[in-house]
């Protein structure tokens, strides 16, 4: 059976690699460097397109309410 995601392929297959890896409880230093390099340049391209993001506050008052 087929499924669609809207997460490309090549980042459903780093994630396999990443949870297989912690599963066994071996650390790579290149791949969480690389990691971090990754998230701080989409943290500065939404950062670019949206502005700061506030939704901190609201997500805790939602919690907080169920």
Do not use: N, S
């Not at 949870?19 to 989409?42: F, N, T, V, Y």
């Amino acid at each position: 059976m087929g499924t669609t995601t809207a997460i490309p392929a090549e980042i459903i297959v780093d994630l396999q690699q990443a949870a297989e890896l912690a599963a066994k409880g071996i650390r790579d230093p290149e791949a969480m460097r690389q990691a971090c390099k990754d998230m701080d340049r989409r943290r500065e391209q939404i950062f670019a397109r949206q502005g700061i993001l506030d939704i901190g506050l609201a997500a805790i008052r939602e919690l907080r309410d169920t």
